[in-house]
């Protein structure tokens, strides 16, 4: 009698624990009789994994606060670790979530376990010498950016190019049809506010985006707010009579004629929703000032990245104003050939990033490689 199949897999953060979710249901349905195991979140856990430690107690963002929180980061590292060796995978599979992964990853190869990396480290974005480490200790990758298998080839990496997840999960999604009722909201045309997925994003973005609300009296704003993070940290859009709607982004998307949005994946589904949006991001100073002298890419929004030209205004740091923002959202809700230059570029985005199943294709490909 075969053995069942025993797999670990770890993703640290909420984007990554979906494309972590799909991906284990994508490996059930081709084996029913596996066992995951790992670190993930709320995702991971509805979709089967049995979970060691949740992400929450983990992640961190901007590298001061990496640095600040590391003694926290090495202690779930160690725990994950022992987990590991505990567990006996046959493979691990490793999500996004570079900083902890990679270190993973040379652990996995120390122990002769096979690694399997699903949404590879941003390389190319900075100190793109790490692709040798990719290299040195992963077994498979497999990428959902079209323009890295062309960069990792300079490394001499061949890397699985699998399609975007971000494309799976907005075919499966069907708009609700009484949103504006459900989340008692006026039929004014809305500006959506994506702060991001984490509190130290949400607190760093979102008073800039709340002073919006007094330019534009004939839009309503609403932000998108996480649901495992309370309201209490939307606060300040609450006190300006901003809608908070948890955990229906892309409800939220598909009504939205424009939308503010914290640098990250949000700012790629956006562009799959075709929203004509602004990219922001603000990090502490120090962080900022490291990242300055390390990032090698001239755009940190993926719908940049991808076009390889400027599609979406990106302000950032001290760009990142509310002057510049009243500036930019004006240009979007009353310049037709601005907002139509934009629209452009989410079509060639879309046809660049290509076909579907993205986590289908990568399950197949794993399992091929325990057989």
């Not at 290299?135 to 190019?161: G, Q």
């Not at 459900?182 to 997925?197: D, H, T, V």
């Not at 940190?300 to 509310?322: M, P, T």
């Amino acid at each position: 009698m075969t053995r069942t199949k025993k797999i670990y897999i770890i993703s640290g953060e909420r984007s990554g624990d979906l494309h972590a979710s799909n991906l284990v249901r994508s490996l059930f349905e081709y084996n029913p009789n596996l066992t995951v195991r790992g670190m993930g979140g709320s995702y991971s856990k509805e979709a089967g994994v049995d979970l060691a430690v949740d992400y929450a107690q983990v992640a961190l963002m901007g590298f001061l606060e990496v640095v600040l929180g590391f003694r926290k980061v090495l202690k779930y590292l160690k725990l994950v670790k022992r987990d590991i060796l505990s567990f006996k995978p046959d493979a691990i599979i490793l999500v996004d979530y570079g900083g902890f992964n990679m270190k993973i990853a040379s652990f996995a190869k120390e122990h002769g376990i096979p690694v399997h990396y699903y949404i590879p480290p941003k390389v190319w974005a900075w100190n793109q010498k790490r692709a040798l480490k990719l290299k040195a200790n992963t077994d498979h990758i497999y990428s959902i950016l079209p323009f890295e298998p062309t960069f990792f080839e300079k490394f001499d990496l061949k890397v699985h190019y699998v399609g975007n997840p971000l494309l799976d999960e907005i075919s499966k999604f069907t708009p609700h049809e009484f949103f504006f009722q459900k989340n008692e909201l006026s039929y004014q045309p809305i500006i959506a506010l994506l702060p991001g997925s984490r509190a130290q994003e949400i607190n760093a973005m979102l008073d800039r985006m709340v002073a919006l609300v007094q330019e534009f009296p004939n839009a309503q704003f609403v932000i998108a707010g996480v649901g495992d993070l309370g309201s209490g940290i939307y606060q300040r859009g609450i006190d300006a009579g901003i809608h908070v709607i948890f955990d229906q982004t892309y409800d939220l998307l598909s009504h939205a004629i424009a939308a503010v949005v914290t640098s990250g994946t949000a700012t790629l589904e956006t562009a799959l929703f075709r929203v004509p949006q602004i990219v922001v991001y603000r990090t502490s100073a120090v962080s900022y000032a490291i990242a300055k002298n390390l990032i090698r890419v001239p755009y940190i929004s993926l719908v940049n990245l991808i076009a390889d030209k400027l599609v979406v205004k990106e302000l950032i740091q001290n760009d990142f104003s509310v002057l510049n923002l009243k500036a930019e959202l004006g240009q979007i809700l009353g310049n037709q050939v601005y907002k139509g230059y934009m629209l452009q570029g989410y079509d060639l985005i879309k046809e660049r990033i290509g076909v579907n199943s993205a986590s289908d294709t990568t399950a197949r490909l794993i399992l091929k490689s325990l057989d």
